[in-house]
T-cell receptor, first 111, second 116 residues
């Protein structure tokens, strides 16, 4: 069983709408939790990094939240744009530098 | 800066052939990584290096070898290609380890490999 589970697997929304992507993890103790954006045919690009003591981090229209008690994180995208179409990957880094990647959520934004 | 550069972008191998995937970075980063990404799966770490001359196995090292003779380059070698190695391979680099908050990992564009 994957130690970092993301939901939904895929999502289609209309341009201008908001959406929230979920990440549940079982690994602990962890050092930080990251969200990456991966465009088709490209490598992942870092969006946010949160330590275990932080519960929110924003990067432009992206807001990540973290609940270390329930081991859940979410990525909220506001006022979606066509360029937001990509896979969004949740990554949990353990204290020994071991990074565990989720399988990603595939987001499609339609005009 | 070019960042992390991977070559080739695509390659088709026959079973049993060997090849080297090239990765170079121009950011003077200490840490470099090789991952594979299979459909519907999270990235899996193959090998990593914390500096020139030092390499360590990741989660899925079997069938691969690496070397780190310089800070800039971190090639990945497949000696006897097998169909199970069909995947997309990503190289990444960072200044420090992932456990350091705010340490950003930079990825290359990937190499798509098919073994037939």
């Amino acid at each position: 069983k994957n130690q970092v589970e993301q939901s939904p697997q895929s999502l289609i929304i209309l341009e201008g709408k908001n959406c929230t992507l979920q990440c549940n993890y079982t690994v602990s103790p962890f050092s930080n939790l990251r969200w990456y954006k991966q465009d088709t045919g490209r490598g992942p690009v870092s969006l946010t990094i949160m330590t275990f003591s932080e519960n929110t981090k924003s990067n432009r229209r992206y807001t990540a939240t973290l609940d270390a008690d329930t081991k859940q994180s979410s990525l909220h995208i506001t006022a979606s744009q066509l360029s937001d179409s990509a896979s969004y990957i949740c990554v949990v880094t353990l204290n020994n530098n071991d990074m565990r990647f989720g399988a990603g959520t595939r987001l499609t934004v339609k005009p | 800066n070019a960042g992390v550069t991977q070559t080739p972008k695509f390659r088709i191998l026959k079973i049993g052939q060997s090849m080297t995937l090239q990765c170079t970075q121009d950011m003077n980063h200490n840490y470099m990584y090789w991952y594979r990404q299979d459909p519907g799966m999270g990235l899996k770490l193959i090998y990593y290096s914390v500096g020139a001359g030092i390499t360590d196995k990741g989660e899925v090292p079997n069938g691969y070898n690496v070397s780190r003779s310089t800070t800039e380059d971190f090639p990945l070698r497949l000696e006897l290609a097998a169909p199970s190695q069909t995947s997309v391979y990503f190289c990444a680099s960072s200044q420090r380890g992932g456990e350091v908050a705010k340490n950003i990992q930079y990825f290359g564009a990937g190499t798509r490999l098919s073994v037939l």
